[in-house]
């Protein structure tokens, strides 16, 4: 008799701790407590029905966590680049990808043990299934989220490691980095790689803007500086005896690999640093870093963000320049095109002209760079990294994404530049550099006169 008039003094103290097992009600709502609060503040359920040890350490690592997300938010709103930098650093990835597995685990141990707690036994049978099912289902959307973070931060681990393994840190010259941009065809009517897309992104270091400056395929002459390797063999400019096109120089540096010995183990090959001395010539400006998207696999980059839109100024025919007849036409006006379909739009040479196609190109870069919103690419993050590991080669190195990313920002608040070295603009036949480097001082606003 005491002993049960103990019990009935502590059920009337403290019901959650010790519930009264014969209400089969106040089980039911003492239940849908617990797991309430299981999953608003993970631990507390323990800390008022269980293990009181145990919910200090759930209560802890929540806390801790929460905090480490308000500090991260708040240093993005008054510092993007600190975060960006730290989210742009392998170690920091492995640390998060870490913190987010633990998380899982301890979230999954704190939703068992109150799921123990509830004593489902003693509810009414009709509300088992539904107490259990909020537990569940609570701790699916909990874990299922930070198992996402986990995956995109081993994802983002894994794309750094590939592409931005390469490449050391360069100082900007006269304020200024300069980025060769490559749109490499091997396609199936092509004999090897040749760059087919060639342009240099300027970029003010300080602030973000930026000029592209984008030279034709079958420039001739590029000319080299001196202590180039390409500055011998070619002293007076690339003239080999026939049509001596610009991006001839990347097969005829595959082939005479001594000029780049040292060139695969920088992160870069014969080729690129070729086609890096000759733009570098004929545009007067030191080149920091390259990029080169292979055109023909940056159709699976395009579908993996669901497809960019581009607006096509005229009807034009879609097929290479040796086809009889167009593979199909694409109508004037906006068009969401696949990754496929953009490609064709970027190569197509049926009954037109190397300039043409140049400007299509700029229009799908542009085009992508407006999907690559935020937004979009988290949503699609592993799909979008797997695809750009595949297809863009680069030796920035990841110690300069976080500038690099910051600047981009900026420079999406401004004007672009463009400078295109195309026929009716400079001579590209026969160039006459000190003209071409005066329009591409301009366009960089080296002499004061581009737009900031």
């Known amino acids: 008799m005491t002993s049960s008039a103990g019990a009935d003094r502590e059920t009337f103290a403290n019901p959650v701790r010790f519930p009264d097992l014969r209400a089969p009600a106040l089980m039911s709502r003492r239940g849908w407590w617990l797991v309430v609060l299981n999953l608003l503040i993970p631990g507390s359920a323990q800390l008022l029905a269980g293990n009181r040890r145990l919910g200090r350490f759930g209560v802890v690592v929540t806390f801790s966590f929460w905090a480490l997300g308000i500090i991260a938010a708040t240093t993005a709103a008054v510092s993007r680049p600190i975060v960006v930098s730290l989210l742009a650093n392998v170690v920091t990835l492995s640390v998060l990808q870490g913190v987010l597995v633990f998380l899982i685990v301890v979230w999954t141990l704190l939703t068992i043990d109150t799921l123990r707690l509830v004593q489902l036994v003693r509810i009414p049978i009709r509300m088992r299934a539904i107490t259990a099912g909020l537990a569940i289902v609570a701790l699916a959307a909990t874990t299922m989220s930070a198992g996402y973070g986990a995956t995109v931060a081993q994802v983002g681990r894994e794309t750094l490691q590939q592409l931005f393994s390469g490449g050391h840190y360069r100082e900007p010259t006269a304020g200024r980095y300069n980025i060769l941009l490559l749109g490499g065809d091997a396609g199936p009517d092509r004999q090897g790689l040749r760059p087919d897309s060639i342009s240099v992104l300027s970029v003010d270091a300080t602030t973000g803007a930026t000029a592209i400056i984008g030279i034709p395929r079958n420039f001739e002459r590029a000319t080299f500086a001196k202590g180039s390797a390409l500055f011998g063999p070619f002293p007076r400019g ?210 004061g006169s581009a737009n900031h």
Not at 248 to 266: K, R
Not at 395 to 401: K, N
């Open 238 to 447: 690339y003239n080999c005896g026939d049509e001596c096109l610009i991006n001839y120089l990347y097969t005829y540096a595959q082939e005479h690999p001594d000029l780049y010995p040292e060139s695969t183990a920088a992160g870069s090959d014969p080729g690129i640093e070729a086609t890096r001395d000759a733009v570098s010539g004929v545009t007067g400006l030191v080149l920091h870093y390259f990029v080169l998207v292979d055109m023909q696999g940056f159709a699976q980059l395009i579908d993996s963000l669901g497809g960019i839109t581009v607006t096509v100024p005229n009807r034009i025919a879609i097929a290479p320049i040796t086809a009889r007849k167009p593979y199909f036409w694409l109508n004037a006006g906006s068009q969401r095109m696949t990754g496929a379909t953009a490609l064709w739009y970027a190569r197509s040479r049926y009954n037109t002209t190397d300039y043409e196609r140049m400007a299509r190109q700029r229009q799908v870069q542009e085009a992508m760079l407006t999907e690559f919103a935020p937004a979009n690419v988290l949503g699609k993050f592993q799909d979008v990294a797997k695809a750009g590991a595949q297809v863009v080669k680069t030796d920035v190195p990841s110690a300069m994404l976080s500038q690099f990313i910051d600047l981009a920002a900026k420079a999406k608040t401004q004007p672009m530049t463009r400078l295109e070295l195309v026929p009716g603009v400079v001579d590209t036949v026969y160039p006459k550099y000190p003209v071409i480097h005066a329009l591409v001082q301009r366009a960089i606003g080296a002499d």
